[in-house]
């Protein structure tokens, strides 16, 4: 509502809504101007308008799913829920309402160890990650409804054909999607605020708000700060979804532990510990070291920069060399 009265304000706030003459709302009109006023990136009001709309979709479509009977009936479920919820509000405001949608999603490419660092900060950061989401399932314990939604996944799982298939479903596929959407469309909006901390914070509220389960939007709120600071600095998407994929890919790796598993790897042993409940968990001391360096790797990302890209007319054998070497080399000339 309060939104519904700042747009009408705005609108009755223009001389040329104000005084033109009356005339019927057409589609047609309507989508020509939207489109010949396009601005180069979004706005922050399109990155809020995307968030909920994400938000409002997700919770409605929810409500109307039925529990997945089979592998195949949730994966058909789960892929049509991100690309028509997620990914595709977000494509089609940047194809509509920016001029340069590519850019607006952050697709630009990265260099090769900005990749691996997102990797490998994912992999350091994941125990204190799942550290946040053992004390917010103590403060808050789950419901009867929350374990009856896990019974119904763990024989899903069950029923999956293997564990690539089951990475590919609750891994890749979110990384994609929610990061086009959330990394993507909607900080690049809210970074039009200029200020980047409450772009990545009011991102992360909607990135959280998008998953409707209490406990999980808390730890996906940190998760996403962590994806927005790197989406920042590094100016690309590319890290960003592959540090979600790795986030996720240890969580799923990490539930499906057996005794025999560990007993086949020396290292498994030294990183987990069994558990009262049947399960695994970080040991103190490595999860501990591997907290410290990926703090250490967060410094880091902190004080990259990423180097300007040469124009189409400055590629040469000379352009890939540093900055330096380029610069004495224009001294002689």
């Known amino acids: 509502c309060w ?37 180069e990136l979004p706005l922050a009001g399109h990155a809020v308008l995307c968030g909920v709309i994400i938000v409002v979709v997700k919770f409605f479509v929810g409500l109307g799913a039925v529990p997945p009977e089979s592998w195949l009936h949730f994966t058909k479920q789960t892929l049509i829920v991100l690309v028509a919820t997620v990914a595709m509000p977000a494509v089609l405001m940047a194809m509509f309402l920016t001029r340069n949608p590519l850019k607006s999603l952050k697709l630009a490419s990265c260099r090769i160890p900005v990749a691996c660092a997102a990797v490998l900060a994912a992999i350091l950061l994941h125990p204190a990650m799942t550290w946040l989401t053992n004390l917010v399932l ?19 799982l069950a029923d999956a054909p293997g564990f690539w298939a089951i990475l590919g479903v609750l891994a890749v596929a979110p990384a994609l999607a929610e990061e086009l959407a959330f990394r993507g469309f909607i900080l ?17 509220i909607l990135f959280g708000a998008a998953h409707t389960i209490l406990q999980q939007s808390i730890v996906t709120f940190f998760v996403g700060c962590v994806l927005g600071f790197i989406a920042v600095q590094t100016k690309s998407l590319i890290p960003c979804m592959l540090y979600h994929l790795t986030h996720n890919g240890l969580s799923i790796s990490m539930a499906m532990l057996d005794q025999h598993i560990m007993s086949d790897y020396p290292l498994l042993k030294f990183l ?27 410094g880091w990302f902190w004080k990259y920069r990423e180097p300007p890209r040469p124009q189409p007319w400055e590629f040469s054998p000379w352009s890939r060399l540093p900055w330096h070497v380029r610069r004495w080399r224009s001294k002689l000339k």
């Not at 005084?19 to 006023?37: A, D, G, H, T």
């Open 272 to 298: 987990f510990r069994p558990t009262e409940s049947a399960g695994f968990e970080y040991s103190v001391i490595p999860a501990g070291l591997m907290t410290i360096a990926g703090l250490a790797l967060i």
């Open 138 to 156: 103590a403060i808050y314990p789950p419901s009867g409804d929350l374990a009856g939604i896990q019974q119904i996944m763990n024989d899903v």
């Open 188 to 204: 690049s909006g809210l970074q039009s605020l200029r200020s980047n901390i409450k772009a990545v914070i009011i991102s992360s």
């Open 3 to 39: 939104l519904a009265i700042r747009w009408v304000v705005v609108q009755f706030s223009r001389e040329s809504v104000i005084f033109r003459p009356s005339e019927r709302f057409s589609v047609n009109v309507w989508l020509k101007q939207v489109m010949r006023e396009r601005t």
